[in-house]
């Protein structure tokens, strides 16, 4: 026997949404107090990453494609990530 549809009042997008706004309070409350440092851009950083990688997967619709479009996304990231780190590391010395 089937069990009956129980209906979903809140989706997936929804709580995808709700971590991305809590990620940028967290990141716009780090960068109101002031800190900062090697460990606070690496925070913020891995914040901004996590929520692309979010935002690509949820909201562009990537996590249904094929993995040659995943990997063209995640290469940017991975890329356009690894740049700021290197610069970043460059200004310090």
Known sequence: MDKPHKPHFIRACTYIWLALIILTCITYA??????????????????????????????MGLRRTRWLWRGIVLGWLILVSGLITIAYFKSLG
């Open 30 to 59: 780090i960068g109101e107090t002031g800190w900062s440092g090697t460990a606070v851009m690496l925070t913020v950083l891995g914040t901004a990453v996590i929520k692309v990688e979010m935002v690509a997967s949820y909201f």
